[in-house]
Every structure is written in C-alpha cells, then in structure tokens.
C-alpha cells in the first residue's frame, strides 16, 4: 500500500455519460497531481492542486476538470466521454517543500473503460 | 516542449546487470527519476537523483547522470525474474513554488531470460 487511495478501480461507462474519480494523497501531503495513462499517449500529467489551489496544467482537455477540498482528498471529472478516454488514470502525491524528499507517490490506479 | 526517450525493450540473462537508458531535452530538469510498473499495478518509485548528482547507489540499483548529455541510467544488479517490468524515466523542473508534473518516457519493457 502505498498510502495513496483512489477510488473505484474500475469503470465501465458509456459514451457521453460523466464520471468522478477520487484521490485521498499520502497523510501530511498537500499535493495531488493526476495523470492519464494510455498505450498510444503514454503517461501524460494532467494537472496538480496544492492545497486546495490548481498549481498547474498540462494536458487536460476542457471536458475534464479537478478540484481539491479541504481535506485534501481530490476529484477528477471526466464528462461527455468519449472511447478515447479509456485510460489508466492515476494520481500521485508528494512531499510539502522543505522536508527534502522530492519522491512522488502514485495510487494503483483507476481504470475507465468506455463503451 | 520537453521530451523524455528511453528504448521500448531491453532483454537480459538472470543473474546478469540489466542498464536502462534515458534521455532528456529539458534543461532545466531539476529531479530525475525512475519507476517501476508490473501488469495491473500502478508506479512504483525507485529512486530519484537531484539534477547536480553524478550517481546514486541504493542496494542493487545504480543511477547514473550525465547532465552535459543529458543522459541517465538504471543499472540493476544481479537481475531476478522479479525485476520484469516496465521501467519508467521521468523528469520535473520546479518554478514558482510548486512541481509541474512528471515528464514520461514510453517506458522500457525488462524481459528476464532464465
């Protein structure tokens, strides 16, 4: 375990429909970063919150967004799914600045098949 | 933007030292590392270098930096069956407070032949 959770593992979804994944980072993290895994793209980061505030973008297309709350736990939207956006979506936390550990953790995973 | 390429295969002997292979456009890389990903699972983190590092040693791995060449390497002793897996490089830069993601390579498949 390796203290990052997310939440279901699995889902099967139809095209169209809207889905929200759910991230609880390491305790004592601040950051949630999410990313997308797929056999064409490869892994590709999506976008961090710190804290509750978005930090940075990478390439997150408009139908998705994210927010962090203030337990920290994040979501990641997914809407007018498309069969492109089956993927492996992870999320990974890292260390607060100043403790000298510039390890990200990843969770195992959560896979989205759209049919 | 930046890029990180590795070799899609690497195939090695048990018993034998497996050397994975990167390299990386981003000059203002600040951390780099590697993780390991088995069937199914997510990314496990191996160890990671701080970009002013020539080498790091943890147990069986070795890393190895040629900042001027942008270059970095996984040296894995004593390759087990256990050690089949795809080994992701990454990289990150870190500007205005915050990391802005890990950068991937594709991924390197480790084959164990007995």
């Known amino acids: 375990d390796s203290g990052v959770t997310q939440t279901p593992k699995h889902l099967i979804t139809a095209t169209g429909q809207r889905v929200t994944l759910r991230c609880s980072p390491r305790s004592g993290d601040l950051s949630v970063y999410w990313y997308q895994q797929s056999l064409d793209q490869g892994l590709q980061f999506l976008i961090h919150y710190y804290n509750g505030e978005e930090r940075a973008k990478g390439n997150i297309l408009e139908r998705f967004s994210a927010q962090q709350f203030p337990d920290l736990h994040s979501e990641l939207n997914l809407s007018s799914l498309e069969l492109g956006d089956s993927a492996l979506y992870f999320c990974a936390s890292s260390p607060r600045p100043g403790t000298g550990n510039y390890g990200y953790t990843f969770g195992s995973g959560t896979r989205l098949t759209v049919v | 933007g930046e890029d990180v390429e590795q070799s899609l295969f690497l195939s090695v002997r048990e018993g034998d030292s497996s050397v994975i292979n990167c390299t990386y456009t981003?000059?203002?890389?600040?951390?780099l590392y590697w993780y390991k990903q088995e069937p199914g699972a997510g990314l496990q983190l191996l160890t990671y270098?701080?970009?002013?590092?020539d080498m790091k040693q943890d147990q069986r791995l070795t890393v190895l930096l040629n900042k001027k060449d942008k270059h970095l390497s996984l040296r894995i002793a004593d390759t087990q069956t256990g050690d089949s897996a795809i080994y992701f490089c990454a990289e990150s830069s870190y500007s205005g407070g915050g990391a802005d993601g890990l950068t991937f390579g594709k991924g390197t498949h480790l084959i164990i032949q007995p």
């Open positions: 981003d000059s203002s890389s600040t951390y």
């Open positions: 270098i701080f970009s002013n590092m």
